[in-house]
């Protein structure tokens, strides 16, 4: 993709859905959806799932961090990283930032290549949703409070269908910034 400018669009959601969460998807072709929240993940496993999501997409901010940085996130008992895997494969992941109070970021969605086009992405992020609201008391190993607000950010260099996707499933667009890439 290199050089250029792109925009960043920032979203928000202010209250809970109020829908129940989406039902598990039918996969074309078979094979078992598992979801599985990774505890302390080693920083080598979550640079794969970015990597690999985000290779298509110009994610490469990451990458470039030094990995006692990457960990510093990505081991945070406070962020949460859950893996979606299809017939025991890693299909895609979210991971949850309670770092700041009151507050949820949806700090990474997204399936891997070979994920893309079989309707899981709707259901994922419904559940990444859900999931962000979801009680503390509810949610086993939660240590962070209760939210206020759900955030989330797209730009122009993800999929087509992210930013409409996070629209329709219940985000409202905050504000928007102008950027350029340097290659």
């Known amino acids: 993709m290199g050089a250029g ?5 920032f979203l928000e959601m202010t209250a809970p859905p109020r829908r129940a969460p989406p039902p598990q998807p039918f996969v074309p072709g078979g094979g078992s959806l598992a979801l599985l929240r990774a505890e302390r993940p080693p920083v080598h496993f979550f640079l794969y799932l970015y990597a690999t999501v985000g290779a298509e997409y110009e994610w490469t901010d990451r990458l470039r961090e030094p990995r006692d940085q990457v960990a510093a996130f990505v081991q945070d008992p406070a962020v949460e990283l859950n893996v979606l895997y299809h017939a025991g494969s890693p299909a895609g992941f979210y991971q949850l930032d309670f770092r700041e109070a009151g ?7 997204g399936l891997m290549p070979e994920a893309v086009g079989l309707k899981l992405g709707p259901w994922l992020l419904g559940t990444a949703i859900h999931d962000a609201w979801s009680p503390p008391e509810s949610t086993p190993g939660r240590t962070a409070a209760p939210i206020e607000k759900l955030t989330v ?9 992210a930013l409409p996707l996070y629209q329709r499933m219940g985000f409202n667009p905050v504000r ?8």
């Open 153 to 161: 950010n797209t730009c122009t260099l993800d999929h087509p269908a």
């Open 5 to 9: 400018p792109y925009t960043v669009t």
């Open 103 to 109: 507050v949820c970021d949806l700090a990474y969605f």
């Open 176 to 183: 928007r910034e102008e950027h350029v890439r340097s290659e």
